[in-house]
């Protein structure tokens, strides 16, 4: 069993950074392969980030891709979303979720339904 905790979120002006973090509880979290989502109000949830198991590989939603990075440390058992440069439609709830379930590449964790574990989400509003 795996439970995800984010923290993170908050208020930020258009261009400003934040960074949220994903801490896991489950010694084996770190095999798993970690995603970021989010969801905006009124909007399906949309995927952001992922990255594999070791850190290795990474892959990113168009929508973000130069802004945000996705990282982990398996030593504290948390994975990070930096988001720079945001946007007032990067406001959302972002949730992390692990997937327990191997997939030859890192592009397969773009599907919310190869997540097993999900957290209860952070709020992110970026004020224009």
């Known amino acids: 069993q795996v439970q995800l905790v984010e923290s993170g979120g908050g208020l930020v002006q258009a261009g400003g950074s934040l960074r949220l973090s994903c801490a896991a509880s489950?010694?084996?979290?770190?095999?798993?392969?970690t995603g970021w989502f989010r969801q905006a109000p009124g909007k399906e949830r949309e995927f952001v980030a992922a990255?594999?198991?070791?850190?290795?590989?990474?892959v990113y939603a168009d929508s973000v891709k130069g802004r945000f990075t996705i990282s982990r440390d398996n030593a504290k058992n948390t994975v990070y979303l930096q988001m720079n440069s945001l946007k007032p439609e990067d406001t959302a709830v972002y949730y992390c979720?692990?997937?327990?379930?191997?997939?030859?590449?890192?592009?397969?964790?773009?599907?919310?339904?190869?997540?097993?574990?999900w957290g209860q989400g952070t709020q992110v509003t970026v004020s224009a």
């Open positions: 979720a692990s997937s327990t379930r191997y997939r030859r590449t890192v592009v397969s964790y773009i599907n919310s339904e190869v997540y097993d574990y």
């Open positions: 489950g010694r084996t979290f770190n095999s798993y392969a």
């Open positions: 990255i594999n198991w070791n850190g290795g590989s990474t």
